[in-house]
C-alpha cells in the first residue's frame, strides 16, 4: 500500500516550457487536491476533485489544468510555465465525505524550478 | 480575511523536555482544526483533527488542545526525540475551506 505517490520528484523547467505534475492514490479515495507550499505561506489548494469526473477550483488556480484520469490519478499541468510557479506541490486524498472534512493523505511532493 | 498565525516560528529544545507550539486563528465558520507534522523533504502527515465539541486530542506523545471561543490551539510535545525535528501545521477547516498556518520549526538537539 503505497498510499499517495507523485512524479517526478524534481523538475527544473525554462520559462514557456509545459509539463504535467503525475499523483495517484491507491487507497480508494474519493476526493484528491492538488497544493503548493512557497516559503514564509501556507499551502494553498490549486485544484481539487471531489469524485472522478469532477473537478473545481481552488484558492490559486490560474496557469494550471487538471485532469482526474480515473478514481486513482490527478494530474496537473502547467501549460507555460513561469518563474512565479517555482514551488513544491502536493498531492492529497481523502476518503468519502465532505472534501473539507476529515484527515486528508498527502504524497510527497513535487519540487518544481522555473527559471 | 481568515488566518492561521501560529508561533513561535522556530524552536530549539534539547532531547527529553517538552514543548507547546501556538495557533491562533479568526476562521470563520469553524468546523475543524487540524496539526500536521511535515518532515523536511515530504509532505504532512496528520497528527490530530478536532471539531467544535472536542477540547483535547492525543496522539502518542502530542497533544492538541483547542479553545473555540478564544480562537486558540496548541499542540504539546512531551519527552521530545530527535525524530520530532519537522515542521509544524496548523490548518483551520469551514465547510468549503482549509487555511494552511506557515508552521513552526523545530529542531530536537542532543
Known amino acids: 500500500n503505497a498510499g499517495v505517490t507523485q512524479t517526478p520528484k524534481f523538475q527544473v523547467l525554462k520559462t514557456g516550457q509545459s509539463m504535467t505534475l503525475q499523483c495517484a492514490q491507491d487507497?480508494?479515495?474519493?476526493?484528491m487536491y492538488w497544493y503548493r507550499q512557497d516559503p514564509g505561506m501556507g499551502l494553498r489548494l490549486i485544484y481539487y476533485?471531489?469524485?472522478?469526473?469532477?473537478?473545481d477550483k481552488g484558492e490559486v488556480p490560474n496557469g494550471y489544468n487538471v485532469s482526474r484520469l480515473n478514481k486513482r490519478e490527478f494530474s496537473l499541468r502547467l501549460e507555460s510555465a513561469a518563474p512565479s510557479q517555482t514551488s513544491v506541490y502536493f498531492c492529497?486524498?481523502?476518503?468519502?465525505?465532505?472534501?473539507?472534512?476529515?484527515?486528508?493523505?498527502f504524497g510527497p511532493g513535487t519540487r518544481l524550478t522555473v527559471l | 480575511k481568515n488566518q492561521v498565525e501560529q508561533s513561535p516560528q522556530s524552536l530549539i529544545i534539547l532531547e527529553g523536555k517538552n514543548c507547546t507550539l501556538q495557533c491562533n486563528y479568526t476562521v470563520s465558520p469553524f468546523s475543524n482544526l487540524r496539526w500536521y507534522k511535515q518532515d523536511t523533504g515530504r509532505g504532512p502527515v496528520s497528527l490530530t483533527i478536532m471539531t467544535f465539541s472536542e477540547n483535547t486530542k492525543s496522539n502518542g506523545r502530542y497533544t492538541a488542545t483547542l479553545d473555540a471561543d478564544t480562537k486558540q490551539s496548541s499542540l504539546h510535545i512531551t519527552a521530545s526525540q530527535l525524530s520530532d525535528s519537522a515542521s509544524y501545521i496548523c490548518?483551520?477547516?469551514?465547510?468549503?475551506?482549509?487555511?494552511f498556518g506557515t508552521g513552526t520549526r523545530l529542531q530536537v538537539t542532543l
Open positions: 492529497a486524498s481523502r476518503d468519502q465525505g465532505a472534501p473539507y472534512m476529515g484527515e486528508q493523505f
Open positions: 490548518v483551520v477547516g469551514t465547510a468549503s475551506k482549509l487555511t
Open positions: 476533485s471531489a469524485s472522478e469526473g469532477t473537478t
Open positions: 487507497m480508494n479515495h474519493n476526493s
